[in-house]
């Protein structure tokens, strides 16, 4: 069973993978100008997904 502590460690892993540029990959993916619809729309929604993963660790910090 995972503690509650440990949970938090791995979301606070995950926001730094975040930060330390899985987000702007997926930004620059969503915004490249040959880029397909398709892939676009790919990029777009794994930007949301690192977007939830920063806000999840923000509630795992407060």
Do not use: E
């Amino acid at each position: 069973m995972l503690t509650r502590p440990l949970r938090d460690a791995y979301w606070f892993a995950a926001a730094s993978n975040v930060l330390a540029g899985a987000l702007g990959h997926q930004l620059s993916m969503a915004s490249r100008p040959g880029a397909s619809p398709k892939a676009r729309a790919a990029a777009t929604r794994n930007a949301t997904d690192w977007l939830r993963v920063i806000r999840r660790a923000d509630a795992c910090w407060r």
